[in-house]
């Protein structure tokens, strides 16, 4: 049995934000409601700034589900944590319960309208008929119903951002860190796509630039 | 004798006033009260050009090998170097 999630290495992820693009585009999401961003830490500070691309982990415990008082969350048999739109109250409590901040609201009204809850659906769509408009309106694409996977993971161009079954993609990305390196060499260019066999450095100098000079400039 | 009985039984009559009843509310699991989905692999799989998994209706087992292979199309080092 597949237990979908996420995966995001922070090695890879470059801030492009093309997941975020990719999610508002295949599901049409709103104006003012993000079901996936990238955060950065360390912004501009050379060899310590890193990126991860964030939505909802579909936790196995969730704690949305846990503190939901219409109980409108239910999890797939892959794993896929859903929720019925018809049945939330848009109450918010998910918002304050989830660590990650997925559950989203709208935001659209002059006085802060709050509307139903929306969050990442791993491109499950929801309890609705398969590929149907209702559920397109609602939650969006089916894309698991469609044999594929959710379009941020699937549209990354570093491959940064991997989803699926947790096992599969933990293999992936141990091979992975098992191929590149670690400690001080962790960060770069070779580090993070380097050929197998290929010592892990940083970015090779272009020909025009030099390398730097000692002292002020 | 009996009014020591007496003394005694008003004692634990009075400290079990004292007591306290657990004030912490027992977790119960919610139970999903909305309507019920169905399942990915009870689809056909698209036509050819939309580029799709392929498994055979309702065969759960098909459809999850054919959504792993599109997982295993994320591993760079196998679909690239092997």
């Known amino acids: 049995m ?19 693009t990719a999610c508002k585009n295949e599901n049409e999401v709103p104006w003012g409601v993000n079901r996936r961003r990238v955060v950065t830490i360390n912004d501009g500070v050379v060899g310590a700034e890193k990126s991860i691309s964030v939505a909802c982990m579909h936790c196995s415990d969730a704690p949305c589900m846990a503190v939901c008082p219409v109980d409108c969350f239910y999890r797939t048999d892959d794993g896929v ?29 002059a006085f802060g309208l709050r509307g139903k ?15 149907s408009e209702a559920e397109f309106k609602k939650y969006g694409r089916n894309r698991l119903s469609e044999g594929k996977l959710p379009a941020c993971a699937e549209m ?30 962790l960060w770069g260019w070779s580090a993070a796509y380097g050929l197998p066999g290929q010592k892990p450095g940083a970015q090779p100098l272009q020909p025009q630039q030099s390398a730097p000079t000692s002292g002020k400039s | 004798m009996k009014r020591l009985a007496l ?76």
């Open chain 1, 117 to 131: 809850m929306d969050k990442c659906t791993f491109c499950a769509g929801g309890p609705e008929a398969d590929r």
């Open chain 1, 2 to 20: 597949a237990r979908m999630k996420f995966l995001c290495d922070a090695e890879r992820c470059i801030e492009c934000n093309g997941c975020v």
């Open chain 1, 156 to 185: 990354c161009s570093t491959k940064a951002l991997l989803g699926g079954d947790g096992d599969v993609i933990a293999d992936i990305y141990r091979e992975r860190v098992l191929r590149r390196g670690r400690g001080a060499d």
């Open chain 2, 7 to 82: 003394i005694i039984a008003v004692l634990a009559f009075g400290l079990a006033a004292c007591s306290e009843k657990s004030q912490v509310a027992e977790f119960k699991q919610g139970k999903y009260q909305g309507k019920p989905d169905s399942q990915s692999w009870a689809n056909d799989p698209l036509p050819d050009e939309f580029r799709g998994g392929k498994w055979n209706k309702g065969d759960r087992t098909s459809w999850e090998e054919s959504i792993k292979k599109r997982q295993l199309a994320q591993h760079e080092y196998r679909r690239i170097y092997q």
């Open chain 1, 81 to 109: 944590v859903l929720h019925d739109k018809d049945l939330c109250i848009g109450c918010g409590y998910c918002f304050y319960a989830c660590p990650f901040g997925a559950p989203q609201f709208p935001q659209a009204g």
